[in-house]
């Protein structure tokens, strides 16, 4: 029996999962997102194609490759409609390879005006939701009142949608929230939800399963599946720097629960990591930089959201963060990206441990929101060379090596793999 392979984020979200999918794909025979829905943007780059996914698992345009959204996801009919179109412009019908867990949970265009509610409410403590209705279907979901893709298919489906939108709506009233004003996508909610029910025509186009024996019996055919996290580790509603997170559970354990596999089941842990940090929304990021050089990263390294369009916040790399991301996920290899942004820098830092009053720690801290934190900083000398080109790990300039091999020491964790631009072709196996 194989075993389900896992990649996921080490950082904050951004590390370039999309792109290193699309490149392992033809690996495995499955492709599986387990959490997470549209709030993810999922970037892939070849032949001269840009392409952004939120929903659908990014080994999608390997057409020979099954692609399963499980019952963690939660998909928004309209948005997941809009992402079927974009990839048919490209030649690519999702219908014939994608596959749709019944037991996935739906976003409601009321889902997605009490997200902008709690966080008009919430004032100057906003943590930067992507309005995207992430939080608010969750809460439903463990509230045991949410609606699932398979009760789209259920005789009782518009009665049970139309109770849920009218508790949506009284709980936006107690929140003082203008209904009336409220836009998505500049369409009133009227308009929104007319769209949004029409695109569930779509979706029941498509194979709907029962993913977690799907997935089972693709393990006992010995089938190679990976598993694709979105968000990452320091977003995680368990682990992360709450309550700036996510509200989905994004490391290795949330693939059991996102897929339906027993812990035995999951294989190699393939972690992603930039070579330098970046955070998009509110929360903590001890090694943010505010001056020229985080303007720097920020525009070489193109660090706008994906999903959002938000400039990212941008910093260096988070020994701390990235040691603990790797403890709580297993990770047994690290691929690190963007190394390239940096090509043209001088010096570069490693953030090695955190200075919190008069204590030295390399452990992230219950009051990791509360306390000011400094970073203690090692430095390397910049490569100051183009990567351009390079094919082998061994011709990657020596002083880029002497940093990569800081992060294998810091961390204990070997890397297999570095990105060093957005093509998938692109990526250097070590």
């Known amino acids: 029996m194989t075993k389900v392979d896992v990649l996921l984020g080490l950082q904050w979200g951004d590390e370039g999962k999309g792109k290193i999918v699309d490149v392992l794909t033809p690996g495995y025979d499955v492709i599986a997102r387990f959490q997470g829905g549209p709030n993810a943007g999922h970037t892939l780059e070849f032949n001269g194609i840009k392409h952004v996914l939120h929903i659908i698992p990014s080994g999608i345009f390997h057409t020979d490759k099954i692609n399963v959204i499980g019952n ?15 990839l048919a412009e490209k030649g690519v019908d999702a219908t014939k390879n994608l596959y749709v867990s019944k037991k996935a949970h739906l976003i409601l265009p009321t889902h997605r005006l009490l997200d902008a509610a709690n966080e008009q409410a919430k004032g100057n403590a906003k943590i930067g939701s992507t309005l995207k209705g992430i939080g608010p279907t969750y809460t439903d979901k463990i509230a045991r009142c949410g609606l699932r893709v398979g009760d789209t298919l259920e005789f009782d489906f518009r009665e049970r949608y139309e109770m849920l939108k009218a508790q949506h709506l009284r709980t936006a009233q107690t929140l003082m929230f203008d209904v009336n004003s409220f836009r998505i996508d500049g369409m009133t909610l009227e308009q929104y939800e007319e769209q949004w029910l029409a695109s569930l025509e779509t979706l029941k186009r498509f194979q709907l399963i029962n993913s977690e024996y799907f997935i089972n019996r693709c393990l006992r055919e010995g089938k190679r599946i990976l598993a694709e996290g979105a968000q990452a580790a320091m977003l995680d509603i368990d682990f992360g720097s709450y309550p700036f997170v996510t509200s989905s559970n994004t490391v290795t354990a949330g693939v059991c629960s996102g897929l339906g596999i027993a812990p035995s089941s999951v294989g190699r842990v393939m972690g992603i990591a930039k070579a330098y940090c970046t955070r998009v929304g509110a929360g903590p990021f001890p090694p943010e930089l505010f001056d020229e050089t985080g303007s720097r990263l920020c525009q070489l390294g193109h660090e706008f959201g994906a999903t959002t369009g938000r400039p990212r916040r941008c910093g260096w790399i988070d020994i701390p963060a ?4 790797c403890m709580l996920d297993g990770v047994t ?3 690190i990206t963007k190394p390239d942004v940096m090509n043209d820098f001088e010096q570069v830092r490693m953030c090695t441990a955190y200075k919190i009053g008069d204590t030295l720690t390399d452990e992230i801290p219950f009051e990791y929101n509360a306390v000011e934190i400094k970073p203690q900083y090692v430095d390397f000398a910049g490569w100051q060379q183009d990567l351009s080109g390079t094919a082998d790990y061994a011709a990657l300039p020596e002083k880029l090596r002497t940093y990569l091999a800081a992060i294998e020491r810091e961390t204990g964790i070997n890397i297999m793999a570095v990105s060093i631009s957005p093509d998938r072709k692109d990526v250097i196996f070590k």
């Open 333 to 335: 290899d690290l691929i």
């Open 72 to 86: 963690g996801v939660i998909i928004e009919p309209r948005i997941f409609l809009q992402e079927v179109q974009a």
């Open 322 to 325: 990235l040691r603990y991301a």
